[in-house]
């Protein structure tokens, strides 16, 4: 289950917390090579950031888009990239069972995230090998553009700059 939301939020909202990512006083942290990050919130620890309230909101405007309830946030953190396009990102898998995805992207970019269409087992978590995976699907980056997935899709994303949320949901039969 991918589904792509066009416009997750109003522009506002959107440059609002692209001006509070793009602060001169916002705290961003080394990640992998390439790339910087800031966590707003980590279970079991909880809020780890005062911008906290201003990014947890996309999952209200989700849930007016697509109808869900969410039962439990489990991460929840904004990533910038500043290696070109052909230099991706090694391919994201499921850490826990049964959560969702939504990565928000906060400007147009040269990336995409590209999905798989092997999916992670949890009973077999060698099942696959993360560098012979079977491509699927590519979505572009676009100002806006939200895609929600389910955690078990074996994806690489290498936006420019986005916010990814990772929850579980009160119903996941429908989602």
Known sequence: MIKI???LTSNQHREYISNVLNSDYFPWFLGAPGEIYHCFYKY??????GSYDDVVRLLDFMKDKIKIDTQ???NVQARKRFLPVDETPDVNFAHIKNYKTLIFCLDDSPGTITFYKEKYFYEMP???DPTKLTVDQEIKAEKGLAVYFNGNNY???NFKECVILDFKIKDDKNN
Do not use: T
């Open 5 to 7: 939301i066009e416009k």
């Open 44 to 49: 079991p620890k909880g809020i780890n950031s």
């Open 72 to 74: 439990l946030l489990i």
């Open 126 to 128: 060698n099942k696959y």
């Open 155 to 157: 994806y690489k994303n």
